[in-house]
């Protein structure tokens, strides 16, 4: 059960909420984000819940089964749209697209995949800074020096920044250089990192685990909700399966299974989801044709040179003829799924 308060809700009436829930041994707990004053509830068995509606301060009152409650979509009458600023929405009906290099390696670069996103209409750039490698040999990316010059350019030329916190201690640092902090497949369930998360006021994007399940995306979710940060965003990014012939197995099931079942916006992520270069266009595609509401491209003047994970990124010529194809196919579906 949730229980939203009117934002002007006096202090006796908050208690008088409380010692009802209590009288009816029904645990509770206090949530409050930037956008509104929540009770959550978890009562062991039926309640009637206009013993509560009926109660001074109470905006509204919803039965919600699961463990999963705040980002489920069983007591938001419409989706969630992540306002990014500047006009920026993601979940607001059209294809959110952010494109750019696996990680920052230098300014020449930036300018460079700026200059192609701005031709492409795209207001998104991702790039990692802090970068999760498998082998402790490989390029990890330039900390906050590469942060500030990648935000110095973006902020010039009106793109937003999307990038990857890997701990607790890179927050308060990161957070003016960052639009949207990304919280990646190894990390989805470090729930002191979704905590902290919860306690600022910057978009998240949380990428589903290497090896997790559709409720184990929803139960991160929860966490940085839970801690007071409505501004969240789910992404599919592929699962690791038996299959060898591809990087990942891209589950693109979960679109429909996730908006199904919670009001946050859905990005799919079809580069670390195939793994494979000659593969992202179409698999783009079937991201959009799915339903999502956005993807994340991974993009490079030459691949083949990248710093990391130049396999699975498409090179600026591939990136224009994408867009285009875009384009075409979101003439063809023309808001079928919204």
């Known amino acids: 059960m949730i229980i939203q308060l009117n934002k002007n809700i006096e202090s006796g009436e908050n208690l008088q909420l409380e010692q009802t829930l209590a009288q ?54 419409k989706r969630s749209k992540i306002d990014v600023g500047d006009g920026i929405e993601i979940g607001a009906g ?41 082998s402790p040999y490989s390029f990890r990316g330039h900390g906050m020096e590469g942060l500030k010059m990648f935000h110095k350019v973006c902020q ?19 957070a003016p250089y960052v639009d949207i902090f990304q919280v990646g497949a190894r990390n989805s369930q470090n729930f002191n990192l979704l905590e902290a998360l919860g306690q600022i006021d910057k978009p998240v994007m949380i990428k589903r685990g290497i090896s997790g399940s559709i409720d184990e995306l929803l139960y991160s979710a929860e966490y940085v909700f839970k801690n007071g940060n409505e501004k969240l965003i789910l992404c599919e990014r592929g699962i690791r399966t038996y299959e060898k012939a591809y990087r990942n197995t891209l589950d693109l099931n979960a679109v429909p299974i996730l908006k199904e079942k ?58 224009n003829s994408l867009m285009g194809k875009l384009n075409t196919l979101s003439g063809v579906l023309n808001g079928w799924y919204n």
């Open 24 to 77: 009816q041994n029904i645990p509770f707990y206090p949530v409050n984000t930037q956008l509104g004053e929540y009770i959550i509830c978890t009562p062991n068995q039926d309640f009637d819940i206009r013993k509560i509606g009926q109660l001074k301060g109470i905006k509204d009152v919803h039965r919600v089964n699961g463990t999963h409650k705040m980002v489920s979509n069983k007591w938001k009458v």
């Open 94 to 134: 059209e294809m959110t697209i952010m494109a750019g290099p696996c990680s920052i390696e230098d300014e020449s670069q930036i300018i460079k995949t700026v200059e192609q996103l701005k031709k492409n209409g795209v207001k998104i750039m991702r790039g990692g800074v802090y970068k999760p490698r498998t």
């Open 156 to 174: 010039a030329n009106d793109i937003k920044i999307i990038t990857e916190v890997m701990e607790t201690g890179q927050i308060d640092a990161m």
């Open 262 to 319: 919670s009001h946050l916006p859905v990005i799919v992520d079809p580069s670390h989801g195939i793994g494979l270069r000659k593969h992202i266009v179409p698999m783009t595609l079937a991201s959009m044709a799915s339903g999502a509401d956005g993807v994340i491209i991974e993009m490079h003047e030459t691949p083949e040179k990248a710093a990391t994970d130049g396999q699975q990124t498409i090179d600026y010529s591939e990136f």
